[in-house]
């Protein structure tokens, strides 16, 4: 049973590019939420995706898109990269419908802006 | 607004010692749920155990308990035996729970470090 994966592991990136990271989530999930981890720091909720659709937003500005497709995967898209964005990029999955459903977490997309 | 907080930035724990992170927490939603997460340097975010607020018993998953005090709003990690393995970051997080709801709010972490 494989769980969350995440692409790509590491990238290198210019400021003022364009990012995509993509995620699959953990077999039987629907719903996918990507969050970023500054160092140091706890991760930070950037939005959820479920039924194709974003469902819940943090406090992200609109640089950050997303995208679920109809087999759950997800991407999550940066535009005009600054210097902080560069962060860990953790995408997690989950079955929406499942009472007390358990959150899985990828190992992640670091993401360095130069 | 949920709060989470953690109030040891790090802990040194000599080996096959039982250790105790800590976790405490806020929100006026009587329905939520807690989860702690165990982060090595890779950065893999690993699920270790869940407790529901309604959740009768205290939750256990092998080595690790949540020693879970509704009033106090704490939810306090224990690991017995610990393991040069569990050397690691780890994460208290907290869920309302609602239908379509699973974003999670996150701690700042305990970095834990065990001694042999």
């Known amino acids: 049973d494989a769980g969350v994966t995440q692409s790509p592991t590491h990238l290198i990136k210019t400021r003022g590019q364009q990012v995509t990271l993509r995620c699959s989530p953990k077999?039987?999930?629907?719903?996918v939420s990507w969050y970023q981890q500054a160092l140091g720091q706890g991760p930070q909720f950037i939005f959820q995706y479920y039924e194709e659709e974003e469902r819940q937003r943090g406090n992200f500005p609109d640089r950050f898109s997303g995208h679920q497709f109809p087999n759950y995967s997800s991407e999550l898209n940066v535009n005009a990269l600054l210097l902080g964005d560069s962060a860990l990029y953790l995408c997690?999955?989950?079955?929406?419908?499942?009472?007390?459903?358990?959150?899985?977490f990828g190992e992640g997309s670091w993401l360095t802006v130069v | 607004a949920q709060k989470i907080t953690q109030t040891q930035p790090g802990m040194f724990v000599q080996e096959k010692e039982a250790v105790t992170l800590d976790c405490t927490y806020d929100t006026s939603d009587p329905s939520y749920g807690l989860f702690w997460y165990k982060q090595p340097s890779s950065g893999e975010m690993i699920f270790l155990i869940y407790?529901?607020?309604?959740?009768?018993q205290n939750a256990t998953e092998g080595r690790y308990s949540l020693n879970f005090q509704k009033a106090r709003k704490s939810a306090n990690l224990v690991i017995s035996a610990s393991q040069l393995g569990d050397s690691a970051m780890y994460f208290c997080?907290?869920?309302?729970?609602?239908?379509?709801?699973?974003?999670?709010?996150f701690g700042t972490g305990t970095r834990l470090t065990i001694i042999p």
């Open positions: 997690a999955s989950s079955n929406n419908r499942a009472s007390g459903n358990t959150i899985y």
């Open positions: 997080a907290m869920r309302e729970i609602y239908f379509g709801n699973e974003k999670l709010t």
């Open positions: 077999s039987g999930h629907d719903t």
């Open positions: 407790q529901g607020s309604y959740d009768q």
